[in-house]
């Protein structure tokens, strides 16, 4: 009889794994569909020359950031946008639910209908933003390169990425449901995995090719990404427990005495996004420069340029910015200290209703300026390793991409154990 306490081994993971049916179908099933999309992102399109729009793209900023969410941009296959519509389309939902009273409505007090409904919603949006975003993308980077460049052209190119970032919306939420982990999360996942052989193969090239001092930086720089890794395990789990205490009920002549518990705050709320918004933030001049070649434009677009000193003040000013942002959208002190009210609940020493709220609202406050200033270390410090080791070869695989990594590895082997654990309890059943 194992215990109900103890956490699965791994041994005892990977036995359910290969024996639940359950288990291994959603594995099979999110194995195969991962696996369909990366071959669609080689499918090319037609009528393309690749290889002048890769050689001339290179080393543009904006594709780089494309890379992260599409895992091969440059290659300009049927599903090149990936998921990043649907990325775009459920922040935009998100940040319009905080604003629109309606759509708060819909989140709150309609329940499983209402998500319903916000999902829809989100998926209408992607669809609009997916085909802006071809437009662009077919009428200013591609069509140059287009063996018979015109209006039919630039229709057929947009439809065709516009058709295929649906279908990867659609795979990720035959993920989601029928499958193991967020779809969306393990795509983007799958991405940045994708790009890791050729990072390792360079790195590997590059090591037999110089000198010991070329090693040496080498594993400089493999040890500041495995201490990041750490780093970003501990912070992403780490949470403050506030204590709760709550009242007793009774049940006709018996009292109940509830048991404590309490209310995990994390340290780094917003996860990844506060990078990302930071991210596509400073982009804006770069992707301005190239659509309207202004002098103005362009100038602004060289002083926030990646590696200045402008862009990496501007970077951490805005990843404080945006870690307080989500945070508030995550976490609604008010909202906290009603409901705590309304359960019969409290926190000890502290007095409930507006007490309780400011108590939290500044918990929270100092814990979002701590995992901020995480995110920031975390965003430069592998950059500036890289650039005074002048190892480029991990370039593609940075700050945004390591807090991916481990955040949706983490969230994927949780899901797993909680499967893990529900069988055992099943197993107990059936013994009694």
């Given at each position: 009889?194992v ?73 300009l ?18 940040l ?57 052209f ?75 890794i ?6 992403q ?28 705050l994390?340290?780094?709320q ?8 930071a ?74 209703g ?10 929270l ?12 270390a ?7 390793v890289e ?33 893990v ?5 099943e ?6």
């Open positions: 009889m215990s109900q306490n103890k956490a699965p081994t791994a041994q005892e993971t990977f036995m359910q794994m290969a024996q639940a049916a359950g288990l291994r179908s959603r594995l099979l099933v999110t194995i195969g569909l991962l696996v369909l999309v990366r071959l669609g992102v080689f499918l090319p399109m037609p009528g393309i020359d690749r290889a002048a729009f890769a050689a001339s793209l290179q080393n543009n900023p904006l594709i780089g950031f494309l890379d992260i969410f599409t895992g091969g941009f440059l290659t296959g049927i599903f090149a946008l990936g998921i990043l519509p649907y990325i775009n389309a459920s922040i935009i939902v998100q319009l639910t905080q604003a629109i009273p309606s759509l708060e409505n819909l989140q709150k007090n309609e329940g499983e209908a209402g998500r319903r409904k916000i999902s829809q919603i989100t998926r209408y949006v992607a669809l609009g933003w997916g085909f802006l975003q071809s437009t662009f993308i077919s009428a200013r980077l591609i069509a140059p390169y287009a063996q018979e460049p015109g209006f039919l630039v229709v057929k190119t947009t439809l065709a990425l516009t058709a295929g970032s649906m279908f990867v919306m659609w795979v990720s939420e035959l993920i989601t449901e029928r499958g193991v982990g967020n779809g969306a999360s393990l795509l983007i996942f799958l991405n940045i995995v994708s790009a890791l052989p050729k990072s390792l193969g360079d790195t590997i090239r590059l090591a037999e090719s110089g000198g010991r001092e070329q090693v040496g930086k080498i594993i400089i720089l493999l040890v500041v990404f495995l201490v990041t750490v780093g970003i395990v501990f912070v789990e780490g949470a403050r427990r506030i204590p709760i205490i709550s009242a007793r009920r009774q049940v006709g002549r018996k009292v109940f005495l509830e048991k404590n518990s309490y209310l995990p994390r340290l780094n917003g996860g990844v996004m506060p990078i990302i918004f991210s596509a933030v400073l982009i804006i001049p770069t992707s301005l420069a190239q659509v309207f070649p202004n002098p103005t434009v362009i100038q602004i677009a060289n002083l926030l340029a990646p590696g200045t000193a402008l862009h990496v003040v501007f970077y951490l000013l805005f990843i404080v910015f945006f870690s307080y942002f989500y945070a508030s959208l995550i976490v609604n002190p008010v909202d906290l200290a009603q409901n705590l009210k309304k359960m019969g609940s409290s926190i000890p020493g502290i007095r409930p507006r007490t309780t709220s400011e108590y939290v609202e500044r918990v406050n100092r814990l979002t300026f701590l995992g901020a200033i995480f995110l920031g975390v965003a430069i410090i592998p950059t500036a650039s005074a080791t002048n190892i480029r070869t991990f370039q593609g695989i940075g700050a945004t991409s390591l807090l991916i990594l481990v955040g949706v590895a983490i969230d994927t082997a949780k899901q797993i154990q909680t499967y654990i529900s069988q055992r309890y197993g107990m059943v059936k013994q009694e």
